[in-house]
């Protein structure tokens, strides 16, 4: 994604915010907007916050606009609106946006979301968090459903819980996009430093369905977990993981789509960075690059064993097993160049923490592994265990059989990344194991193209049926155009 691109994104943002509406309402201080806001009617509104500081802002948006026309809270000069102190705000009602402020060093006397967003189809845009701390919460909790988070940056939490945080209803789902953005976090020593949690251990069998795309995540390095999905039906691609000290971790829910990602580290050594750690079932992870990884534990891409059901947890409304039953799981056409790591380690963290019961049923189809290290650690034997088409250079790890083959693979240069020049001479691609384990909802969420891995047997490839990843994000791809 070049400049030119990104700029013509941010100009898309400006027009979708001047649309057809009222004059803007000026706001010079804070007072003036909390009695605005209790004078505020549904239909379309604009507030236009005056340049300078806000001090302990609070804020409950309760009306609604609409989709053509909604109610909009925006900084003067995206940048020039700086809140601080012990703010907190509430967007309950649908079809809001916030736009162009930037959250910087303030203090919160107590534990909560900096933003809580309880509405429908609203947007929080344009906006700069960093170093709003002193007490644990987090900073954009996220609950309603079709909500976006956009164009933003999070860098410099040191305080306890995550970036972004999203409770996942009974039903229905949340669908939230959030896209755009930056990330960055300082570790912070404990559990508790993820940059996104989606669903909790009570939420963990509903379906969420948010989408988590074109993000940078830099240096992302709170804890073990730079994300961690505990729900279903998530959707997590086109993000760039750029030397984070942990891994994406789909830790519980079913059925999440981790597709062509980037998670890469230039760091020398032990550097710690991870890619993809999976338990739970039916998850797909196709068409990623890994590239100089050195997890701290486990693969690159790593299988979790699992607990028993504790009757303790079932009491407090969680799912059974803190560690669930890890099976039914694919992962295909990824790309591995010259980790630090084994590429997938097939049975992980057996025998820790009560994990008695090893992974099983996994399907690992047209991977490419190039590098010195072994590829492939197993501990012990899984139940049942799919190899297809896979191809390695270097040494396998485990013996080798008809879908494990050893090749010369050639790597095209793209600057910043390789691509596989040889992928026809690999052996030929197809999807028929796809279509037997992953359902038909899952195969249309995909944007990697599947009707081009059935005409021309394509192993990786960076773009997907919209474009998808060009090349690794940078960033002044992401986060507000002010900066």
Same mark, same amino acid.
């Given at each position: ?297 486990? @693969?690159? $891409?790593?299988? %979790? =064993? ?5 009757? #303790?947890? &079932? ?73 297809? @088409?896979? $191809?390695?250079? %270097? =040494? ?5 059989? #008809?879908? &494990? ?73 992401? @986060?507000?155009?002010?900066?």
């Amino acid at each position: 994604m070049n400049k030119t691109y990104r700029r013509s994104i941010s100009l898309l943002v400006i027009a979708c915010l001047s649309v057809v509406m009222v004059s803007a309402q000026k706001v010079t201080r804070v007072g003036d907007l909390k009695e605005l806001l209790l004078a505020l009617e549904s239909g379309s509104q604009e507030i236009e916050l005056k340049d300078g500081d806000y001090q302990d802002l609070h804020a409950d948006v309760k009306w609604s606009g609409s989709k053509e026309n909604p109610i909009v809270i925006k900084a003067e000069h995206p940048g020039k609106v700086i809140v601080k102190g012990n703010t907190s705000i509430v967007l309950s009602g649908n079809n809001i946006v916030l736009s162009g402020i930037d959250f910087n060093k303030g203090k919160r006397d107590k534990d909560g979301s900096l933003i809580l967003v309880s509405g429908e189809n609203n947007r929080l845009t344009n906006c700069r968090f960093r170093n709003y701390n002193q007490v644990t919460g987090v900073w954009v909790q996220l609950n309603g459903c079709y909500n976006r988070v956009d164009h933003c940056w999070f860098e410099g939490k040191t305080s306890g819980a995550s970036y972004i945080n999203v409770d996942v209803p009974k039903s229905g789902g949340n669908h939230h996009l959030v896209d755009y953005n930056y990330f960055s976090r300082p570790p912070l020593g404990k559990n508790g430093g993820s940059a996104m949690r989606i669903g909790h251990g009570s939420m963990a069998k509903r379906y969420c369905y948010t989408t988590v795309e074109f993000n940078l995540f830099e240096d992302c390095s709170g804890e073990s977990e730079i994300m961690s999905s505990k729900s279903c039906g998530n959707i997590f691609r086109y993000n760039t993981f750029l030397n984070c000290k942990g891994a994406l971790s789909l830790r519980q829910g079913v059925e999440g789509i981790v597709e062509s990602n980037f998670f890469i580290s230039n760091k020398e050594g032990k550097n710690r960075c991870g890619g993809v750690a999976v338990r739970s079932r039916k998850h797909l992870v196709v068409n990623n690059y890994f590239s100089g990884l050195a997890p701290k534990s486990g @693969g690159v $891409v790593s299988f %979790g =064993s699992a607990s028993p059901s504790d009757p #303790k947890r &079932l009491a407090l409304g969680l799912i059974g097993a803190h560690f669930p039953k890890t099976a039914e799981n694919t992962i295909a056409h990824n790309l591995f160049v010259n980790n630090r790591s084994v590429s997938i380690d097939v049975i992980n963290d057996l025998g820790h923490r009560n994990k008695v019961f090893p992974p099983d049923s996994m399907f690992f189809l047209h991977n490419v592994m190039v590098g010195g290290m072994p590829h492939i650690k197993k501990h012990t034997e899984p139940q049942y265990l799919v190899f297809e @088409g896979n $191809v390695f250079q %270097g =040494s396998s790890g485990i013996k080798t059989n #008809k879908g &494990l083959q050893k090749m010369k693979v050639k790597l095209k240069d793209e600057k910043q990344v390789f691509t596989v020049k040889n992928q026809k001479s690999l052996p030929a691609a197809d999807i028929s194991t796809w279509e037997k384990n992953l359902t038909k909802e899952m195969l249309q969420r995909l944007d990697f193209d599947l009707e081009k891995v059935k005409s021309s047997g394509v192993y990786y490839s960076p773009k997907g049926k919209r474009g998808g990843l060009q090349q690794i994000l940078q960033r002044n791809d992401v @986060g507000p155009n002010w900066m």
